[in-house]
Nanobody
Framework: QVQLVESGGGLVQAGGSLRLSCAAS????????MAWFRQAPGKEREFVAA????????YYADSVKGRFTIARDSAKNTAYLQMNSLNPEDTAVYYC??????????????????WGQGTQVTVSS
């Protein structure tokens, strides 16, 4: 079992920045590919970004490429999502996810084994 706890969400004005954190506990963090997804009201959950187990490789949705950065710190068992140049379309509940021994950064949500409870990000215009 892996427990994931997100933090860092909040209310920010358009053009602002937030950094989300996802603290993992329970198993060897380096065994898990990590990702962020988000779900806006009335919409399906969508992929945002993923990072390989080593941290060397990353992949982003086109909608956030160049604005968001995913990272991980194995010493702290934590994954991060740095979000810059936020706009109202980024408003959603953001979830981190972990896939045991994952190798495909394009993996869909159903392939992830563990999920956090989500953190709300609201961007005002």
């Amino acid at each position: 079992q892996v427990q994931l706890v997100e933090s860092g969400g909040g209310l920010v004005q358009a053009g602002g920045s937030l950094r989300l954190s996802c603290a993992a506990s329970g198993r060897t963090f380096s065994n898990y590919q990590m990702a962020w997804f988000r779900q806006a009201p009335g919409k399906e959950r969508e992929f945002v970004a993923a990072i390989s187990r080593s941290g060397v490789s990353t992949y982003y949705a086109d909608s956030v490429k160049g604005r968001f950065t995913i990272a991980r710190d194995s010493a702290k068992n934590t994954a991060y999502l740095q979000m810059n140049s936020l706009n109202p379309e980024d408003t959603a509940v953001y979830y981190c996810a972990a896939e045991l021994l994952g190798t495909n950064l394009l993996a869909p949500a159903y392939e992830y084994d563990y999920w956090g409870q989500g953190t709300q990000v609201t961007v005002s215009s």
